[in-house]
Nanobody, 124 residues
Framework: QVQLVESGGGLVQAGGSLRLSCAAS????????MGWFRQAPGKEREFVAA????????YYSDSVKGRFTISRDNTKNTVYLQMNSLKPEDTAVYYC?????????????????WGQGTQVTVSS
Protein backbone atom coordinates (compact mmCIF):
# COMPACT_ATOMS: atom_id res chain seq x y z
CA GLN A 1 0.00 0.00 0.00
CA VAL A 2 1.35 3.40 -0.98
CA GLN A 3 2.03 5.73 1.93
CA LEU A 4 3.19 9.31 1.75
CA VAL A 5 4.25 11.31 4.79
CA GLU A 6 5.00 15.02 4.52
CA SER A 7 7.11 17.06 6.90
CA GLY A 8 8.87 20.40 7.07
CA GLY A 9 5.98 22.81 7.21
CA GLY A 10 5.83 25.72 9.62
CA LEU A 11 5.59 29.45 10.08
CA VAL A 12 7.95 31.71 8.13
CA GLN A 13 8.13 35.40 7.33
CA ALA A 14 7.60 36.68 3.83
CA GLY A 15 10.78 36.37 1.83
CA GLY A 16 11.93 33.37 3.80
CA SER A 17 12.46 29.77 2.81
CA LEU A 18 11.23 26.32 3.78
CA ARG A 19 11.98 22.84 2.54
CA LEU A 20 9.23 20.26 2.57
CA SER A 21 9.94 16.54 2.51
CA CYS A 22 7.77 13.62 1.54
CA ALA A 23 8.77 10.10 2.49
CA ALA A 24 7.21 7.43 0.29
CA SER A 25 6.79 3.75 0.98
CA UNK A 26 4.89 0.75 -0.31
CA UNK A 27 6.37 0.33 -3.78
CA UNK A 28 9.34 1.11 -5.99
CA UNK A 29 9.67 4.85 -5.80
CA UNK A 30 11.83 5.72 -8.78
CA UNK A 31 9.38 4.45 -11.39
CA UNK A 32 6.60 6.91 -10.57
CA UNK A 33 5.93 10.59 -10.83
CA MET A 34 5.81 12.60 -7.62
CA GLY A 35 4.11 15.89 -7.09
CA TRP A 36 3.19 18.66 -4.68
CA PHE A 37 -0.17 20.34 -4.39
CA ARG A 38 -1.56 22.91 -1.98
CA GLN A 39 -4.90 23.99 -0.64
CA ALA A 40 -5.52 27.36 0.92
CA PRO A 41 -8.54 28.01 3.17
CA GLY A 42 -11.69 28.34 1.11
CA LYS A 43 -9.95 27.37 -2.11
CA GLU A 44 -9.62 24.23 -4.19
CA ARG A 45 -6.47 22.16 -4.13
CA GLU A 46 -4.07 23.34 -6.79
CA PHE A 47 -1.04 21.88 -8.53
CA VAL A 48 2.34 23.23 -7.44
CA ALA A 49 5.09 21.05 -8.90
CA ALA A 50 5.81 17.59 -10.27
CA UNK A 51 8.79 15.39 -10.99
CA UNK A 52 8.46 12.64 -13.54
CA UNK A 53 9.96 9.24 -12.78
CA UNK A 54 13.63 8.81 -12.01
CA UNK A 55 15.50 12.04 -12.76
CA UNK A 56 13.23 13.20 -15.53
CA UNK A 57 11.62 16.53 -16.14
CA UNK A 58 10.14 18.85 -13.56
CA TYR A 59 6.98 20.90 -13.93
CA TYR A 60 5.78 23.97 -12.05
CA SER A 61 2.73 26.14 -11.79
CA ASP A 62 3.19 29.68 -12.98
CA SER A 63 2.65 31.00 -9.46
CA VAL A 64 5.74 29.23 -8.07
CA LYS A 65 8.03 29.00 -11.09
CA GLY A 66 11.42 30.46 -10.29
CA ARG A 67 10.82 30.32 -6.53
CA PHE A 68 10.15 26.64 -5.80
CA THR A 69 12.23 23.63 -6.76
CA ILE A 70 11.14 20.01 -6.68
CA SER A 71 13.77 17.32 -6.30
CA ARG A 72 13.90 13.67 -5.38
CA ASP A 73 16.29 11.24 -3.79
CA ASN A 74 15.31 7.81 -5.06
CA THR A 75 17.75 6.10 -2.69
CA LYS A 76 15.79 7.55 0.23
CA ASN A 77 12.35 7.31 -1.39
CA THR A 78 11.94 10.99 -0.66
CA VAL A 79 10.81 13.98 -2.68
CA TYR A 80 11.50 17.55 -1.62
CA LEU A 81 10.03 20.95 -2.30
CA GLN A 82 12.44 23.82 -1.72
CA MET A 83 10.43 27.01 -1.35
CA ASN A 84 12.23 30.34 -1.56
CA SER A 85 11.03 33.94 -1.60
CA LEU A 86 7.84 32.88 0.13
CA LYS A 87 4.80 35.12 -0.05
CA PRO A 88 1.72 35.31 2.19
CA GLU A 89 -0.31 33.89 -0.70
CA ASP A 90 1.77 30.71 -0.47
CA THR A 91 0.04 29.96 2.83
CA ALA A 92 -1.71 26.61 2.49
CA VAL A 93 -1.67 22.97 3.43
CA TYR A 94 0.84 21.28 1.14
CA TYR A 95 0.22 17.73 -0.04
CA CYS A 96 2.56 15.20 -1.56
CA UNK A 97 1.16 12.92 -4.24
CA UNK A 98 2.11 10.11 -6.57
CA UNK A 99 0.55 8.52 -9.60
CA UNK A 100 -0.69 5.03 -10.39
CA UNK A 101 1.08 4.04 -13.59
CA UNK A 102 4.82 3.54 -13.65
CA UNK A 103 6.98 5.21 -16.29
CA UNK A 104 4.13 7.53 -17.19
CA UNK A 105 3.22 11.12 -16.51
CA UNK A 106 0.69 13.12 -18.49
CA UNK A 107 -0.23 15.86 -16.04
CA UNK A 108 -1.57 16.76 -12.59
CA UNK A 109 -4.68 14.63 -13.04
CA UNK A 110 -2.48 11.53 -12.91
CA UNK A 111 -1.96 11.87 -9.17
CA UNK A 112 -4.19 9.56 -7.17
CA UNK A 113 -2.33 8.79 -3.95
CA TRP A 114 -2.05 11.52 -1.34
CA GLY A 115 -0.34 12.28 1.93
CA GLN A 116 -1.99 13.91 4.90
CA GLY A 117 -0.49 17.33 4.27
CA THR A 118 1.70 19.79 6.12
CA GLN A 119 0.79 23.37 6.98
CA VAL A 120 2.83 26.25 5.60
CA THR A 121 2.06 29.73 6.92
CA VAL A 122 3.79 32.80 5.55
CA SER A 123 3.40 35.97 7.58
CA SER A 124 3.63 39.43 6.06
Amino acid sequence: QVQLVESGGGLVQAGGSLRLSCAASGRSFSSYAMGWFRQAPGKEREFVAASSWSTGRSYYSDSVKGRFTISRDNTKNTVYLQMNSLKPEDTAVYYCATNKISYSYTGPADFVFWGQGTQVTVSS
